[in-house]
């Protein structure tokens, strides 16, 4: 009988093992495709370039038509001024198109000569932004670009009365000597809340603007007398962001020493709108300049780390792990790797 129980339970005891160790049928992990908050990112980003980059117009020339593509076209002219008065700079848009193609309303202040945030004593040489020791106060006054409002808000703290931040623009210059050392550069140091209709972002952080062309003397009079001309520059952009993108998620974006993200205001999509009648181009004058190369370093939430390639326009000349480089395009393409794994996106501009 003690051989009979003892067969049986030996019997059940390597059923037990041999059931339990029953493999699972494998599952394929979910593939993370999110695209939407690099695209976000990159439009907060994009935003605040452009802010930066009127106030460097503003900030050297206020005559009119020297802004160039963020000024008005024809047609809009007299929705449109900017104003130097003493120690600011007003420009004001009032529902205005503008070279660029976008639509801007309300107004945009750069205070200098401030001693409260100058790097050295004031000496009051401090007029234009290539000048040494240059800093420019940013202000937002009701500011708006295609429908998004854009503030100088601070976003991690709301309720601190107007919770506005500082944002400065300041030349990096080592001293006041000419010919200039190197090339220009300026900090961008600040936060900015952007809204249009149920949706809104946030960017808040530091980054530093470089003339890249700076020793070519069409952009930039080796003595430093004559305002930059923006509009032959070549310029990228380095340093770190932090924020939220439209569903109120958190993202932190940096922007690569070794690839900084590059803007050349020589550079727009074909000046062709359509085709009229179907044998007519019809010519679209205005000027878009978007972020033409670059990486950015996206982290958002939970999810595995992004890098944003904006000169990638498409992978289908090299393998998913090894796309070729292609030059920089004046368009709106960009592409986001997760994993190694490239995807295309357009860029919301």
């Not at 001024?81 to 801007?104: A, E």
């Not at 999509?269 to 972020?291: A, C, M, Q, W, Y």
Request: charged share 20%; glycine share 6%.
């Amino acid at each position: 009988m003690k051989k009979h129980s003892s067969l049986i339970c030996t019997l059940l005891a390597a059923g037990w093992v041999l059931f339990s160790c029953t493999k699972k049928p494998n599952v394929p992990p979910v593939s993370d495709t999110e695209v939407k908050t690099s695209i976000d990112a990159a439009f907060a980003t994009q935003l605040v370039s452009d802010v930066e980059m009127i106030c460097s117009f503003m900030g050297e020339d206020h005559s009119p038509g020297y802004q160039k593509f963020y000024g008005p076209v024809p047609a809009s002219l007299s929705s449109f001024s900017i104003i130097r008065s003493g120690n600011r700079i007003s420009i004001n848009y009032n529902n205005t198109l503008c070279h660029d193609g976008k639509v801007r309303d309300g107004s945009i202040w750069l205070y200098f000569k401030e001693a409260e945030y100058a790097t050295h004593p004031i000496t009051g040489n401090e007029n234009y932004i290539r000048d040494y020791n240059f800093t420019g106060r940013i202000t937002l006054e009701e500011y708006k670009v295609d429908g998004w409002l854009i503030d100088n808000k601070d976003y991690e703290n709301p309720n601190s009365g107007t919770n506005n931040t500082t944002v400065l623009l300041t030349n990096l210059r080592p001293d006041g000597k000419t010919p200039v050392s190197g090339n220009l550069q300026w900090t961008l140091s600040g936060g900015f809340t952007m809204r249009k209709d149920l949706d809104s972002m946030a960017w808040k952080g530091t980054i530093t603007k470089t003339l890249d062309n700076t020793k070519d003397t069409k952009v930039f009079a080796a003595n430093a007398q004559n305002p930059i001309d923006w509009s032959l520059a070549k310029i990228s952009y380095q340093g770190e962001a932090k924020g939220y993108t439209p569903g109120n998620v958190p993202y932190t974006i940096r922007y690569s020493d070794k690839a900084p993200l590059r803007r050349d205001f020589t550079c727009f999509p074909d000046k062709v709108k359509d085709v009229s009648n179907g044998t007519t181009l019809s010519p679209n004058f205005r000027e878009f300049h978007p972020i033409t190369s670059g990486i950015a370093y996206f982290t958002t939430g939970n999810a595995y780390p992004r890098e944003i390639y904006f000169d990638n326009t498409q992978i289908s000349y090299g393998s998913d792990l090894s796309p070729v480089d292609l030059p920089a395009q004046c368009d709106n393409k960009a592409a986001v790797q997760i994993k190694g794994i490239f995807y295309p996106i357009d860029l919301k501009y």
